[in-house]
T-cell receptor
């Protein structure tokens, strides 16, 4: 069965520092990959997604992610953290069987310190 | 813009009550989903519907049922609420695309407390 692993359930950075949230997936074929963000007491909203084409994907709020097939990774980065980035982040993959469902990682809570 | 709405943001119910959580989407999506979210456990799929009157059990269907009588509306039913069903409930919808680009759109969530 396909799976998504997010390394680190909690990540803490200082304001202005690089944000790196890790996501690895298991898939026998190139999947569709997604990053979602959830602010406190809200639903999830899409940050960015990889479908086909360019492996570096730019999203909202200055975030980007790079699809690396050889490493089966889709890590999320932002050059300079802002206090408003504090949230929970979920990586997800659309399985190759295309059931219509997404497989979500366990989530990473990002804390931004002043 | 796609909009997914949930009937309540916060709900407090008593043990044994029958609870209805409603979800409506306005983008003619085929797929609709109910998840529950608990600290440390991520998102867990309760039920999935891929068409009107069609449903499929997710990872944790016990204690829940669903209803989809119209394409835009997907209801989650707790037949007899229990304290271990206190959680955040998230509804989502998506198109079904042969490509696999099944981006899901989420509602704001319902925080249910069962006393």
């Amino acid at each position: 069965a396909q799976s998504v692993t997010q390394l680190g359930s909690h990540v803490s950075v200082s304001e202005g520092a690089l944000v790196l949230l890790r996501c690895n997936y298991s898939s026998s074929v190139p999947p569709y990959l997604f990053w979602y963000v959830q602010y406190p007491n809200q639903g999830l909203q899409l940050l960015l997604k990889y479908t086909t084409g360019a492996t570096l994907v730019k999203g909202i709020n200055g975030f980007e992610a790079e699809f690396k097939k050889s490493e089966t990774s889709f890590h999320l980065t932002k050059p300079s953290a802002h206090m408003s980035d504090a949230a929970e982040y979920f990586c997800a993959v659309s399985p190759s069987s295309n059931t219509g469902k997404l497989i979500f990682g366990q989530g990473t809570t990002l804390q931004v310190k002043p | 813009d796609v909009k997914v709405t949930q009937s309540s943001r916060y709900l407090v119910k008593r043990t044994g009550e029958k609870v209805f959580l409603e979800c409506v989407q306005d983008m003619d999506h085929e797929n609709m989903f109910w998840y529950r979210q608990d600290p440390g456990l991520g998102l867990r799929l309760i039920y999935f519907s891929y068409d009107v009157k069609m449903k499929e059990k997710g990872d944790i269907p016990e204690g829940y049922s669903v209803s989809r009588e119209k394409k835009e509306r997907f209801s989650l039913i707790l037949e007899s609420a229990s304290t271990n069903q206190t959680s955040m409930y998230l509804c989502a919808s998506s198109l079904w695309l042969a490509s696999g680009d099944n981006e899901q759109f989420f509602g704001p969530g319902t925080r249910l407390t069962v006393l």
